[in-house]
DNA sequence: CCAAATTGTTTTAAGCCTAAAATGTTTTCC
DNA sequence: GGAAAACATTTTAGGCTTAAAACAATTTGG
């Protein structure tokens, strides 16, 4: 009696420590967030959604359609809907429907949405190492494994819930 | 010449890895941020902001001021004022203005909101654990450790810019 | 004591975000 | 061919979030 294989359905597990760990990853997430949020607004006057759906565009010199978007930034279709409204208005961005679906809208940079980009890329791209200063090559190795484990962890955990 | 110190200040450093990291590190917390969102709806029909709300409460039995809470909760003032509005009409929550200073408004959970935070929160932590089910101990034990030391860095960095 | 600075909160204006329902288009498959 | 399923996007309704300004109360320093 009481071997491991009773003790593991009978006993409530422990799970502190897997909550302290996520919250501590949100923490890291939210700061960093923050910080580059901050920074976006102060130097370029640009929100950070924006920033980021450039970024996708940036990638994909042919465009990608509104789906891609959404699935890449992991979020609602919806909510690229209107990003991508301002983002037209101001002139960034470039839409178009598909010659050959006409269900399907497909963005790209303008001249203008990339020359800004890039400016703002190479600065982003400081403030991040920057707010990482303080990691070794070894420690950025070691974080890259372990949030490789992580989300594959995690994607396999929703998978389960809806399969 | 083209010693390790020139190297360094003339040539343009190379911050991928950094930026990789950034972007994992993203993922992961957007994935399971996602995941928890969902479930919290499913199965109680609560918000995440919500949820996190009364998690701080929850851990302060003599109460938090609404400065507290958004400090904690990383979150600007404006934020938890509409937050608080909610759920002390939904009857979850107790606010009232400090005795000793005016300004000062201390909100607590109510009997209600009690239980049904403790409720959630017992399903939350099953859930947590299930999404980080792949990681060894040893995983999470590392994980804290180059987390922590993640966010010690970013915090250093953002007081540079801000001191 | 009292003006100035600080602190705690709310308001405002704008944008972000989601889930679910609606719309229009294409594909599937009988 | 045509109904049904699947797909891409938009709309809707509501909540979340921020920065900045406004307001109210307290503390500080002459």
């Not at 422990?14 to 990853?25: M, P, S, V, Y």
């Not at 890329?121 to 090559?137: K, M, Q």
């Amino acid at each position: 009696m009481l071997d491991s294989e009773t003790k593991a359905t009978e006993t409530p597990e422990d799970h502190a420590d897997e909550l302290r760990l996520w919250l501590r990853l949100l923490t890291c997430t939210t700061l960093i967030e923050g910080e580059v949020r901050g920074r976006l607004r102060e130097r370029f006057d640009v929100t950070l959604p924006r920033f980021d759906l450039m970024a996708q565009l940036d990638k994909a010199p042919d465009g990608m359609t509104l789906s891609d978007v959404s699935k890449r930034m992991m979020v609602s279709n919806g909510n690229v809907t209107g990003l991508v409204e301002r983002l037209v208005e101001s002139g960034h961005l470039d839409r178009r429907t598909s010659e050959t679906d006409r269900r399907v809208q497909v963005i790209r940079l303008t001249k203008l949405g990339r020359a800004e980009f890039r400016r703002m890329a190479s600065e982003h791209e400081t403030w991040i190492a920057d707010l990482f200063a303080d990691l070794t090559p070894k420690d950025v190795r070691e974080l890259m494994r372990l949030l490789a484990k992580t989300k594959a962890s995690a994607q396999k955990s929703a998978a389960r819930r809806r399969p």
